[in-house]
T-cell receptor, first 114, second 113 residues
Framework: DTGVSQDPRHKITKRGQNVTFRCDPI?????LYWYRQTLGQGPEFLTY????????KSRLLSDRFSAERPKGSFSTLEIQRTEQGDSAMYLC????????????FGAGTRLSVL | DQQVKQNSPSLSVQEGRISILNCDYT??????FLWYKKYPAEGPTFLIS?????DKNEDGRFTVFLNKSAKHLSLHIVPSQPGDSAVYFC????????????FGKGTLLTVNP
């Protein structure tokens, strides 16, 4: 059973550039989540998919951010025109659509915007 | 607003002793709580959970206690081991929904040999 995988693990970019991250959830999980974690804070919810439908977006997700899950499997998170304040760990999680609220996290993509 | 609070940024204990990690919440709609453990350069790993219909849940060395009237929960690790050294997060599905988790800021536990 492979866990949630994220790619890349690290990304360094210059301010103003676009970046895209990928998340592959656990295969039978139909729910997929993106969170962001900054230093000294817990993960903060960004957005959530059930299958291919994006059901909720946090206020943290400005219009420079877009997430997709085109076939209900992997997901991508794109940040356009990156800013230094976007520097953070971006975490992906997945779960089954059952009563359990247990979400399984990937190792994250650490973004550094110079 | 911080609906899940972990007021102790760090905790240091000796190997073999009990570790007690605390978490307070403000949203009375929370009815399920989870503890995650995070090692450096890894994602959070689910540890143990508790439903609001219970006041205790135990899994091996880990026990979570819930005091609904005080809006407080705690994670007990006994005996503590050096491999338990990690950041521990308390989390709850937000506002009664069963998907987005609200996390506390975490507590760094260091277990000294």
């Amino acid at each position: 059973d492979t866990g949630v995988s994220q790619d890349p693990r690290h990304k360094i970019t210059k301010r103003g550039q676009n970046v895209t991250f990928r998340c592959d959830p656990i295969s039978e999980h139909n729910r997929l989540y993106w969170y962001r974690q900054t230093l000294g804070q817990g993960p903060e919810f960004l957005t959530y998919f059930q299958n291919e439908a994006q059901l909720e977006k946090s206020r943290l997700l400005s219009d420079r951010f877009s997430a997709e899950r085109p076939k209900g499997s992997f997901s991508t998170l794109e940040i356009q025109r990156t800013e230094q304040g976007d520097s953070a760990m971006y975490l992906c999680a997945s779960s089954l659509n059952q009563g359990s609220n247990i979400q399984y996290f990937g190792a994250g993509t650490r973004l550094s915007v110079l | 607003d911080q609906q899940v609070k972990q007021n102790s940024p760090s905790l240091s204990v000796q190997e073999g002793r009990i570790s007690i990690l605390n978490c307070d919440y403000t949203n009375s709609m929370f009815d399920y709580f989870l503890w995650y453990k995070k090692y450096p350069a890894e994602g959070p790993t689910f540890l143990i959970s508790i439903s609001s219909i219970k006041d205790k849940n135990e899994d091996g060395r880990f026990t979570v206690f819930l005091n609904k009237s005080a809006k407080h929960l705690s994670l007990h690790i006994v005996p503590s081991q050096p491999g338990d050294s990690a950041v521990y997060f308390c989390a709850a599905p937000r506002g009664g929904s069963n998907y987005k988790l609200t996390f506390g800021k975490g507590t760094l536990l260091t277990v000294n040999p």
